[in-house]
């Protein structure tokens, strides 16, 4: 069925047969979309130093570890320490020992004056001894020291022990031991009763001790604290000259002169900073890219823009001189053609400039239905074809299309290629829109066509750029709409051809088959997207 200008227009929402050809006037209504945009404000984030946190990291385990490093110190300090004089307590536990023996049954301790002189002997600690008998009984010394634990199983008579107690508010050491008072072998073999044990202990305080493990802290300690600023002071060197090829870098791209946008060397950075410099590098790419589309969009404006412009003035003097409302008349009809050439003009390098920034954040790809878009679209252009007396017709399989794309792009596409199949067919021409698709190959194809002059081969290799137009034509136009055609296909990895018409059967009016080839999609893959 064709579409014509007297038929009536009927709403048909059911899809047609599989190749059947319906008016795009009764192709069914749009669906309905609504887009929702959240305004986000993004937090702020307090800018940090590189170099301080790298500093922060490599002195606070520092700083973490010294203070333990101290505490071990001490600690094996005071073991250092307390060895010399465990060692000497020994000495003295095991010569009172010697001393002390047992007569007529009676536990006695034969000191010279020079042993107890001796055992006192000392100017900065306290020095205390007991000898006990074999009943706990006391015999010589300081009585208030505290007795040993005698049952203890560590303790064996003629082994020297040390334990940590307190006599008189002080905290002491002390050796002890237990001496068999029966001396020989004979006088044990003679005996058969237990031993008699008695107990010979000498004790100190600990100010030696603690004096000596001072010391030990001091030398190890005090060199610290002038190693300590040292290391810092060369971690921070370090880092400061670890840290200098960014701030070369960062004199190097202040340097540069505002317009150049050249690659930054890569080879004058450290490893590390390479991909920082690939990035910029990328950055200034896209960026040098985008500066030259906007300079070649200027460009292309103020020329094209001139003739329009010019005309248009032309037109409005010339109207201004004339007297007779004839001329006038016809004065302003050609200002209101100029105008609307340069109207038309405006819109499509605003369309042009709009499909070269688009990108995949810009304008995210979505699942489509191919027919019901382009469906839309040639309904869009119906009145059109009324006025030029041009058969629009639509065809498009009975079931859908799944493709991924930019709808509004797409539709944008759609809308120049029926604008300049409509422009370049004669009155009582036709235009056919077709979606079909091809399920083996999973391709999807969007075919206008049309039975106007055509475009000979010679030609279709220049057609696609800007501003051209083919040689001898006398339609208005921009050259400007298959550029646009072109660099939204290039966006949606879409190959585009340029046939003639294979149903015109006119020699002198071959006509033009425009085919869009686009990948298809899952329809399951749609299902989920949408769900």
């Known amino acids: 069925m064709r579409w014509r200008q007297a038929a009536p227009i009927i709403a048909m929402p059911e899809l047609p047969e599989a190749g059947q050809r319906q008016p795009a006037a009764i192709a069914g209504s749009k669906s309905k979309r609504h887009t929702a945009t959240i305004a986000t404000q993004p937090e702020e984030r307090t800018q940090r130093s590189l170099f301080g946190e790298i500093l922060d990291w490599m002195l606070a ?28 307590l020994e000495d003295s536990v095991t010569v009172l020992a010697q001393q002390v023996s047992e007569v007529n049954g009676k536990t006695v301790a034969r000191l010279p004056v020079s042993a107890r002189d001796l055992l006192r002997a000392d100017d900065i600690d306290n020095i205390y001894f007991q000898i006990l008998g074999p009943k706990g009984e006391f015999v010589e010394g300081d009585r208030d020291m ?24 002080n905290d002491v050491r002390i050796a002890y031991t237990q001496i068999d008072l029966r001396r020989t072998s004979e006088q044990r073999a003679a005996s058969s009763k237990e031993p008699r044990l008695a107990t010979v202990q000498v004790g100190e305080t600990l100010e030696k001790r603690a004096q000596l493990a001072n010391e030990i802290i001091k030398g190890v300690i005090l060199p610290q604290f002038i190693i300590l600023p040292v290391a ?89 001189r004339q007297t007779d409302q004839a001329d006038v008349h016809r004065s302003l009809e050609q200002l209101a053609k100029s105008s609307e050439s340069a109207t038309r003009l405006v819109n499509q390098l605003l369309s042009l400039a709009r499909a070269e920034n688009q990108t995949p954040d810009t304008a995210p790809f979505q699942p489509l239905e191919l027919s019901e878009l382009a469906r839309t679209v040639v309904q869009d252009w119906v ?45 009582q021409g036709s235009v056919t829109v077709r979606a079909r698709a091809d399920e083996e190959l999973g391709l999807a194809f969007l075919e206008v066509e049309d039975n106007g002059p055509g475009i000979a081969i010679s030609e279709r290799g220049h057609v696609f ?39 015109s059967h006119d020699p002198k009016a071959p006509g033009c088959l425009f085919r869009v080839t686009l990948r298809m999609i899952a329809r399951q893959t749609f299902i989920d997207d949408i769900g």
Request: overall charge negative; glycine content about 6%.
């Open 61 to 88: 385990p520092l700083l973490l570890l010294w203070p333990m490093s101290i505490a071990i110190t001490y600690l094996i300090a005071q073991s250092i320490a307390n060895q010399p004089f465990d060692r000497a």
């Open 146 to 169: 505290p007795a040993p634990l005698l049952d203890d199983d560590r303790l064996a008579y003629g082994v020297v022990q040390f334990r940590n107690d307190i006599l008189h508010g």
């Open 232 to 320: 810092l002071a060369l971690v921070w060197f370090a880092l400061s000259r670890g840290l200098s090829p960014l701030s070369e870098l960062q004199q190097r791209i202040r340097a540069r002169r505002p317009d150049d946008l050249s690659p930054i060397d890569s080879g004058q950075v450290p490893e590390e900073i390479s991909p920082l410099v690939r990035s910029l590098n990328d950055m200034l790419a896209r960026l040098s890219q985008t500066i030259a589309l906007q300079k070649r969009f200027i460009a292309d404006a103020a020329h094209q823009m001139k003739t329009p412009l010019a005309g248009m003035r032309m037109q409005s003097e010339l109207a201004l």
């Open 383 to 427: 009145p059109m074809s009324f006025t030029q007396h041009i058969d629009l017709g639509f065809e498009q399989p009975g079931h859908p299309i799944m493709i991924s794309g930019n709808p509004i792009m797409l539709r944008e596409l759609l809308s120049n290629l029926l604008d300049n199949a409509l422009h370049y067919t004669p009155s």
């Open 465 to 503: 750029e800007r501003f051209y137009r083919v040689l001898g034509s006398h339609t208005a136009g921009s050259g400007l709409g298959l550029a646009i055609v072109r660099e939204i296909a290039q966006q949606h990895d879409a190959e585009i051809e340029l046939s003639n018409n294979p149903h």
